[in-house]
């Protein structure tokens, strides 16, 4: 169920201390599993924050 598989990502996400960047990172790898809204809600995280920060990474990588 999904209160079970959300349970399970913020048991797990409790341990990490990646900072920001860190958690936009996992994200970006757990969205090949799960789709994007679930988990950044798992992370408590907006899916606009998460996309900015796409965005952000995208730029740094095209300027140099």
């Known amino acids: 169920s ?9 048991k797990g996400y409790s341990s990490l201390d990646g900072g920001t960047d860190g958690t936009y990172a ?8 799960e789709p994007v809204r679930f988990v950044c809600e798992a992370f408590d995280v907006s899916t606009s924050s998460y996309y900015d920060y796409r965005k952000r990474c995208r730029k740094g990588h095209s300027e140099g």
């Not at 999904?2 to 913020?10: H, L, S, T, V, Y």
């Open 2 to 10: 999904i209160g079970a598989r959300e349970g399970d990502f913020k």
């Open 26 to 33: 996992l994200i970006d790898k757990l969205r090949e599993l």
